[in-house]
């Protein structure tokens, strides 16, 4: 009898990105598409591998919203089984997650091993007491591990060892297949993660075990038609916007003897994202390049209300200080019409390096390093011995403590008679 499943991670339910009411929104409308492909799909049983919720401290719409649609799982005759991730673990002096609030509720079955005398121990899941590590569906056993962070490694070996002395004891009655939900990272699949295992330490695992459903990295990943991570639903951060391909699976289990399975990756349902980078470089003044991405934005435009990162590369031909990222900022608002957009500057400074001697007078120096800044303004090249001249003759009426109405006077008449010479004048 063909057994099927649908296996989720990561969904951030109450993710309040950037503050916005409709990126939470955006969160519940993923997982009800989610909800809503098990139901049409009729799989047998759905499977949330950790951080169904944000927050371990929830929101009351948050879970009214999880609970209502668990609920339409429940109604379409379909088990929802659950671990605990690292965002929803309870507060020590808690004793209820909000995860086993839904369990209470009978909307969830929440599955973990638990260690008594020092010994990690399975128990089948019990309805009345709302726990367990393994419930079997349909012929096919799912086993669940709540994360457990810098312990991960012991506890996968410990998990080896209680599925042997499983397998010694129920030889004839054991399921054809296995499944074991964890959230946990497989290690190399991404900088700087915790909660990270190596390989070889889930290798031990494999006898036991026919698919091990991973969540908690956001990036998807499989390996040898054994390790599943199916990615994050949602955006909850830039990086993860890169990673098109990624949702949940649907997986079609044919228990056997010899037991096999097919897992097909569905894109989840996501607000746009779109990164657009704009090379700086080859504008010389403000009005140059705001034009120049104006005429890169129009074809951006959305009418799906896209989250717009609009990230500015480049060396600058001018000053940074004129470079205005409101006004950038709002070009990029009235053209694509994104539901939010973020302007990243991560353009250079001109650079440029002064090239003094140590036989100059320091006069000569001043004057060197006045040029070079000024010519790494393109706008100011053409004239920047002459405004290096009039800085350094400022300089000097100040330091011969000339009355500040002279000095005045004397900045007005150089600006007069340098004025039409560049190509913006006032924005000196
Ligand atoms: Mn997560």
Same mark, same amino acid.
């Given at each position: 009898? #063909?057994?099927?499943?649908?296996?989720?991670?990561?969904?951030?339910?109450?993710?309040? &990105?950037?503050?916005?009411?409709?990126?939470?929104?955006?969160?519940?409308?993923?997982?009800? %598409?989610?909800?809503?492909?098990?139901?049409?799909?009729?799989?047998?049983?759905?499977?949330?591998?950790?951080?169904?919720?944000?927050?371990?401290?929830?929101?009351?719409?948050?879970?009214?919203?999880?609970?209502?649609?668990?609920?339409?799982?429940?109604?379409?005759?379909?088990?929802?089984?659950?671990?605990?991730?690292?965002?929803?673990?309870?507060?020590?002096?808690?004793?209820?997650?909000?995860?086993?609030?839904?369990?209470?509720?009978?909307?969830?079955?929440?599955? #973990?091993?638990?260690?008594?005398?020092?010994?990690?121990?399975?128990?089948?899941?019990?309805? $009345?007491? @709302?726990?367990?590590?393994?419930?079997?569906?349909?012929?096919?056993?799912?086993?669940?591990?709540?994360?457990?962070?810098? =312990? =991960?490694?012991?506890?996968?070996?410990?998990?080896?060892?209680?599925?042997?002395?499983?397998?010694?004891?129920?030889?004839?009655?054991?399921?054809?297949?296995?499944? /074991?939900? /964890?959230?946990?990272?497989?290690?190399?699949?991404?900088?700087?993660?915790?909660?990270?295992?190596?390989?070889?330490?889930?290798?031990?695992? $494999?006898?036991?075990?026919?698919?091990?459903?991973?969540?908690?990295?956001?990036?998807?990943?499989?390996?040898?038609?054994?390790?599943?991570?199916?990615?994050?639903? %949602? @955006?909850?951060?830039?990086?993860?916007?890169?990673?098109?391909?990624?949702? !949940?699976?649907?997986?079609?289990?044919?228990?056997?003897?010899?037991?096999?399975?097919?897992?097909?990756?569905? $894109?989840?349902?996501?607000?746009? !994202?779109?990164?657009?980078?704009? =090379?700086?470089?080859? !504008? %010389?003044?403000?009005?140059?390049?705001?034009?120049?991405?104006?005429?890169? /934005?129009?074809?951006?435009?959305?009418?799906? &209300?896209?989250?717009?990162?609009?990230?500015?590369?480049?060396?600058?031909?001018?000053?940074?200080?004129?470079?205005?990222?409101?006004?950038?900022?709002?070009?990029?608002?009235?053209?694509?019409?994104? /539901?939010?957009?973020?302007?990243?500057?991560? =353009?250079?400074?001109?650079?440029?390096?002064?090239?003094?001697?140590?036989?100059?007078?320091?006069?000569?120096?001043?004057?060197?390093?006045?040029?070079?800044?000024?010519?790494?303004?393109?706008?100011?090249?053409?004239?920047?011995?002459?405004?290096?001249?009039?800085?350094?003759?400022?300089?000097?009426?100040?330091?011969?403590?000339?009355?500040?109405?002279?000095?005045?006077?004397?900045?007005?008449?150089?600006?007069?008679?340098?004025?039409?010479?560049? %190509?913006?004048?006032?924005?000196?």
């Amino acid at each position: 009898m #063909t057994v099927r499943f649908l296996h989720a991670a990561d969904i951030h339910l109450g993710n309040r &990105q950037y503050g916005r009411q409709e990126r939470e929104d955006d969160f519940a409308r993923s997982f009800r %598409e989610m909800i809503s492909t098990a139901v049409q799909q009729r799989v047998d049983f759905v499977l949330l591998a950790g951080d169904l919720f944000h927050k371990r401290t929830v929101e009351a719409h948050s879970f009214v919203q999880a609970a209502h649609l668990l609920d339409q799982l429940k109604q379409a005759g379909i088990a929802a089984l659950a671990i605990e991730g690292n965002h929803e673990r309870p507060y020590y002096s808690e004793g209820l997650s909000w995860l086993d609030g839904l369990a209470t509720l009978g909307l969830l079955r929440v599955l #973990t091993g638990e260690y008594h005398g020092g010994e990690l121990t399975l128990d089948p899941y019990s309805d $009345r007491y @709302n726990r367990g590590a393994y419930i079997d569906i349909k012929g096919v056993r799912v086993y669940g591990q709540r994360y457990s962070g810098a =312990t =991960t490694s012991r506890i996968i070996s410990d998990l080896a060892g209680a599925l042997a002395s499983q397998q010694r004891q129920e030889s004839s009655d054991r399921p054809a297949f296995s499944i /074991l939900m /964890l959230h946990a990272g497989l290690e190399d699949v991404l900088d700087h993660y915790s909660g990270t295992v190596q390989r070889h330490e889930l290798d031990g695992l $494999r006898p036991y075990i026919d698919y091990v459903a991973l969540g908690h990295i956001h990036k998807p990943y499989e390996q040898d038609s054994w390790l599943y991570n199916p990615g994050s639903l %949602e @955006n909850n951060s830039a990086d993860e916007a890169q990673w098109e391909e990624r949702g !949940y699976y649907l997986v079609e289990v044919e228990p056997g003897p010899p037991p096999a399975h097919r897992a097909d990756l569905r $894109r989840s349902l996501r607000r746009p !994202y779109l990164r657009h980078r704009f =090379t700086v470089d080859a !504008y %010389e003044t403000p009005v140059a390049l705001e034009q120049a991405l104006h005429t890169e /934005l129009i074809p951006l435009k959305s009418d799906e &209300q896209p989250i717009l990162d609009l990230v500015l590369t480049g060396i600058l031909g001018f000053g940074r200080e004129h470079l205005d990222l409101a006004s950038i900022q709002r070009i990029a608002e009235e053209l694509v019409r994104p /539901l939010l957009c973020q302007v990243q500057d991560r =353009t250079r400074a001109g650079l440029f390096e002064i090239r003094t001697d140590a036989s100059m007078t320091r006069r000569e120096m001043e004057h060197q390093i006045l040029v070079e800044i000024l010519e790494s303004d393109a706008r100011h090249r053409t004239h920047a011995e002459s405004w290096a001249e009039a800085a350094l003759h400022i300089k000097d009426l100040a330091l011969g403590r000339q009355p500040p109405e002279a000095i005045i006077a004397e900045l007005e008449r150089l600006l007069g008679a340098t004025e039409g010479v560049d %190509e913006e004048p006032e924005r000196c």
